[in-house]
């Protein structure tokens, strides 16, 4: 048996061509894959340390009663556990709304119906360089925080990171 036949097929049943594409296609995929899984992937390894971290967050524009299931002292929680963490204060501020006035100027005032809370919470958090974790969260200013407690599960924003000890 030869190893290419008369029509270009190698051992008789693909054809040589075909078989130099779908190789090529394999190392793309293969170098795609390495491309991607390494580099910029930065790795959480266990030579981190814990540091008590105050978190400022803002909820988004919420109904005040929302707001009320929060009370100075609720524990994090985070996966159905506790985190060493609790809320130590919380204020309860008007949302901010723009309107225009007869002239055409912008007027920014206070909504009527919405509301948001800021929210400072004292947590051990996990340090790794510059990269701080609570729980499974990392803390970023500007990012989302999913703020659950025993009683709620509120999406905020992190508005600072100060990092007590």
Not at 115 to 135: F, L, P
Request: no cysteine; aromatic share 6%; charged share 25%.
């Amino acid at each position: 048996m030869k190893l290419l036949d008369k029509q270009g097929k190698l051992f008789g049943k693909i054809h040589l061509v075909d078989t130099i594409f779908i190789i090529l296609i394999i190392i793309l995929v293969i170098s795609v894959i390495k491309r991607s899984a390494s580099g910029n992937v930065k790795v959480f390894n266990g030579n981190s340390h814990k540091v008590k971290v105050e978190l400022t967050v803002e909820t988004y524009a919420y109904r005040e009663e929302y707001l009320q299931s929060l009370n100075v002292g609720d524990e994090i929680a985070e996966d159905k556990k506790y985190l060493d963490g609790k809320i130590t204060d919380i204020n309860i501020i008007d949302d901010q709304i723009a309107l225009t006035d007869n002239n055409g100027d912008v007027i920014i005032g206070a909504h009527p119906f919405k509301k948001k809370g800021r929210i400072i919470i004292e947590v051990q958090a996990d340090m790794n360089g510059n990269s701080i974790k609570m729980g499974k969260q990392e803390l970023v200013v500007g990012s989302n925080l999913f703020l659950t407690t025993e009683k709620s599960d509120l999406s905020t924003k992190i508005m600072n990171i100060e990092v007590i000890e």
